[in-house]
């Protein structure tokens, strides 16, 4: 096994991370396969013992060709092209990575207080905190990275690894969301609970140290998401989230994204600031 590192340059950003890890020669027990040998993405989902769907396994966000990033964001795309270097295509994130929303209408884009606009200028001539390792990429972006991540389900509790990122914890035990955060964090406070077949998780406790994506849509700290994940057969992922935060929108917006299991594939460990060069050279500049 060998850990291989990337640089993604999108938007003036920076990221670091591990291309998607297989481990070789290892088949895990239990997926369903065709009879090539390939796991059978489409069989029904698997179950946990408690009878429900069971999330756990290695997801990678839903591939977004080079043509479509290019009709969406242009000429921003074509550095990358002459990038020869295997995971730093600029199709190996997500397009909600670059835009949170870019699926949505023009004039949907006034849900945008003048607040958040004027962050987001201020974050585009500064800089972004997550190039130079500061936290980690927040919610939903550090799932729409190159990097793939891992649930880990119980039935008190769901956590989900990332590769570069803080780990989350989502407590399935019937607590409720604090009333008040002493101490917000870069991915919040998760409780959660089934809903029929799907898992429905109420976020808060942020701090508003990360942005929604790359193209710098801020959140404060009054962000409150709800995610509802839905493991529609053995390898498709669906997490539809619910923004709120009147302090920088002026309604809740939802969003859609899906995911795919990387069924013989693993995490690695990132560690984002080890041999980090980027910190003094942005200074220098």
């Not at 609970?193 to 799907?198: A, I, L, V, Y």
Request: proline share 6%; aromatic share 8%; hydrophobic share 35%.
């Amino acid at each position: 096994m060998q850990m291989r590192c990337r640089r993604l340059l999108v938007l003036s950003a920076v990221l670091c991370g591990a291309i998607n890890a297989q481990w070789l020669n290892f088949h895990v027990p239990g997926t369903p396969r065709l009879k090539d040998g390939t796991p059978n993405l489409g069989a029904p989902a698997p179950r946990a013992a408690d009878g429900k769907p069971d999330l756990s396994g290695v997801w990678l966000h839903e591939h977004t060709s080079l043509a479509e990033m290019k009709r969406l964001f242009g000429d921003i795309t074509d550095a990358r092209e002459r990038v020869n270097v295997v995971g730093m295509e600029a199709d190996s994130i997500s397009k909600y990575a670059l835009d949170l929303l870019v699926d949505f209408r023009p004039d949907d884009k006034a849900l945008l207080r003048p607040e958040e606009v004027e962050l987001q200028k201020k974050n585009a001539a500064n800089g972004d905190p997550s190039i130079v390792c500061e936290g980690g990429s927040g919610i939903p972006r550090a799932g729409l990275l190159s990097e793939p991540f891992k649930i880990l389900q119980s039935p008190r509790l769901t956590a989900i690894l990332y590769e570069g990122n803080p780990n989350r914890q989502i407590y399935t035990d019937g607590r409720e969301l604090p009333k008040e955060y002493s101490l917000p964090a870069y991915m919040g406070y998760s409780v959660g609970k089934w809903e029929r077949d799907t898992l429905v998780v109420e976020s808060a406790g942020f701090n508003s140290k990360t942005t929604l994506d790359m193209a710098g849509h801020v959140h404060s700290e009054d962000l409150r998401t709800t995610e509802r994940f839905r493991r529609r057969d053995f390898g498709h992922l669906q997490i539809e989230t619910t923004f709120k935060d009147p302090k920088m929108y002026t309604r809740p917006f939802t969003v859609t994204i899906g995911y795919v299991l990387l069924a013989d594939d693993d995490i690695f460990e990132s560690i984002c600031t080890e041999n980090e060069k980027d910190r003094d050279h942005m200074k220098k500049k």
